[in-house]
């Protein structure tokens, strides 16, 4: 498996079925009809008003979704750059004992994943990296995105090149705990290192379930 796509957005949900058995024949008496509802009562399973948490299962361990795939409708357009924040999922991963060290030995992280599409719609290069964007948090943390797990959604755009992948970041915060983070990113540069655009982008993002 290739752990540097990990792609928790875009992972399959898991199938939750739920079993039923074919309904008995109605009975066509008056008094059996009685006996039949009072039987089918007892037999059938109480409702599951609780929902069922989604868990994906990995080499790096068992990641339970809390807010699955929220669209978002961040837009920007940047000098020949096209750039879209168009999902965010929020998670809690409880990592396997061989990833520890990746997490600087925790146990558990929350995981914050935004999905990002990137297009250069010209022929000279230019370079940009929403893949080394910073997260601030309600609770007050401050990360940089992963670069090893997430998507390679960055560098430089060798003409009219356009990427789509994961970007990925790991909190304490649990999942309930996030209200809005904001996400900064610097602007892209052409190929002599000048600015196009604004030199960051800040967008706030609202991640309650």
């Given at each position: 498996?290739?752990?540097?796509?990990?792609?928790?957005?875009?992972?399959?949900?898991?199938?939750?079925?739920?079993?039923?058995?074919?309904?008995?024949?109605?009975?066509?008496?008056?008094?059996?009809?009685?006996?039949?509802?009072?039987?089918?009562?007892?037999?059938?399973?109480?409702?599951?008003?609780?929902?069922?948490?989604?868990?994906?299962?990995?080499?790096?361990?068992?990641?339970?979704?809390?807010?699955?795939n929220k669209v978002l409708d961040i837009?920007?357009?940047?000098?020949?750059?096209?750039?879209?924040?168009?999902?965010?999922?929020?998670?809690?991963?409880?990592?396997?004992?061989?990833?520890?060290?990746?997490?600087?030995?925790?146990?558990?992280?929350?995981?914050?994943?935004?999905?990002?599409?990137?297009?250069?719609?010209?022929?000279?290069?230019?370079?940009?990296?929403?893949?080394?964007?910073?997260?601030?948090?309600?609770?007050?943390?401050?990360?940089?995105?992963?670069?090893?797990?997430?998507?390679?959604?960055?560098?430089?755009?060798?003409?009219?090149v356009k990427k789509e992948g994961n970007?990925?970041?790991?909190?304490?915060?649990?999942?309930?705990?996030?209200?809005?983070?904001?996400?900064?990113?610097?602007?892209?540069?052409?190929?002599?290192?000048?600015?196009?655009?604004?030199?960051?982008?800040?967008?706030?993002?609202n991640v309650e379930k």
């Amino acid at each position: 498996m290739n752990m540097k796509r990990y792609g928790l957005i875009l992972a399959l949900p898991l199938a939750l079925l739920a079993g039923c058995g074919e309904a008995d024949e109605l009975k066509t008496t008056a008094t059996e009809t009685e006996e039949v509802v009072e039987a089918e009562k007892k037999e059938a399973p109480a409702a599951d008003t609780t929902e069922e948490a989604e868990v994906q299962e990995s080499e790096l361990g068992s990641n339970q979704i809390f807010m699955k795939n929220k669209v978002l409708d961040i837009k920007e357009t940047i000098g020949s750059v096209n750039f879209a924040i168009n999902k965010v999922q929020t998670s809690r991963l409880t990592v396997n004992e061989a990833y520890r060290d990746s997490f600087n030995g925790q146990e558990e992280v929350t995981v914050v994943a935004m999905n990002v599409i990137v297009e250069n719609k010209i022929d000279d290069t230019v370079s940009f990296h929403p893949n080394q964007a910073t997260l601030v948090t309600n609770t007050g943390e401050q990360v940089s995105a992963d670069l090893w797990f997430s998507d390679d959604v960055g560098g430089e755009f060798l003409g009219k090149v356009k990427k789509e992948g994961n970007v990925l970041f790991f909190v304490k915060a649990m999942p309930e705990e996030l209200a809005d983070v904001k996400v900064v990113i610097d602007g892209p540069s052409d190929a002599n290192y000048e600015s196009i655009g604004e030199s960051r982008y800040e967008y706030t993002i609202n991640v309650e379930k």
